[in-house]
Structures are given as C-alpha cells and as structure tokens.
C-alpha cells in the first residue's frame, strides 16, 4: 500500500538568528525565528512523513512548549521522525518540498540542502527532491517578512 503526506511550516525572518534551510546555514543578514533552530524546509518534510504515517504532527512528537527541543538541530528531529515512521517494513519511497524565500537565493545550497535531507533518512539523493522559489513581492515572504515551505512525502508499506 502507498500512502501519502503532506507537510508545511513557516518561520518569520528575525535579525540575529541563523539562516538555516535543509540543514545549510545560508550567509544573511536575517535569519528564521522559532523554538528550535527554525529550519522550515526541514520541518515541513518531517510533518509530511508524519502525515503519510498517520503519526500526528511535528507539534505532538517535538512541542515548542518543551525546552529540551530549545535550539533543537531539525536535521536531528528528522532522523527521529524518520525512527517512527520506518518500522515494520515501512519505507519511505519519495520526498519533495518546495521552499518559499524572497531572498537569498536557494540555487547555491539546493544539492547541499537534498543530500542533509537525503543523508538524514537514510534515502538515496535521487529519491529527495528540492525546489525553490520566490514570493514574487507579493505576501509575507515577497515582503521578506518570513519563509515557507511546503513537502510531499510517499511510503510504501507491506500489505497487510
């Protein structure tokens, strides 16, 4: 049986934090605000496998109202998302995400930012695919106000 999630996250871009996406702290002047480090890309693909798992959300596994998860590395998070999600002879077939930030430009760090991901869950690079794109000057993220992302992930599971 296939089964399927999806996943999105949005951070606002704040001064003095970091900027960091798929697990690649990217050079800029702002960085993503939130209780853990604020990867975006990253969070979004952890609640699309949790989705797909029928697990519930990033939220109830690493809770923002929970100070271990304070300045949590997201690729760390993933890798424990990634323990719950493949038992049984589960496997995780597919990952696809999309990024939304005005600037800086993603190009540079994408294959850096697939193989955090890939290398996180275990998965071949060719079964991770990210991709990004801009907020045209329109909304929260052209405004350069804050990011998102958006993520698919497929699971085959054994038929039962």
Do not use: C
């Amino acid at each position: 049986m296939v089964a399927t999630g999806v996943g999105w996250d949005v951070h606002r871009l704040v001064p003095d934090r970091p900027l960091i996406v798929g697990g690649v702290t990217i050079p800029n002047e702002l960085g993503l605000e939130g209780h853990s480090d604020a990867d975006v890309l990253t969070h979004a693909v952890i609640d699309a496998l949790l989705g797909a798992a029928g697990l519930g959300d990033i939220g109830e596994h690493f809770p923002d109202t929970d100070e271990y998860w304070s300045g949590a590395n997201s690729l760390d998070l993933l890798r424990s998302t990634r323990e719950l999600v493949v038992v049984g002879g589960v496997e995780i077939a597919h990952v696809d995400a999309t990024v939304m930030l005005e600037r800086p430009k993603l190009l540079p760090h994408k294959e850096a930012m697939r193989a955090n991901l890939a290398g996180a869950l275990e998965l071949p690079v060719a079964r991770v695919n990210v991709k990004a794109t801009r907020g045209e000057g329109m909304g929260f993220v052209g405004r350069v106000e804050g990011a998102a992302a958006l993520a698919i992930a497929t699971l085959q599971r054994p038929e039962d």
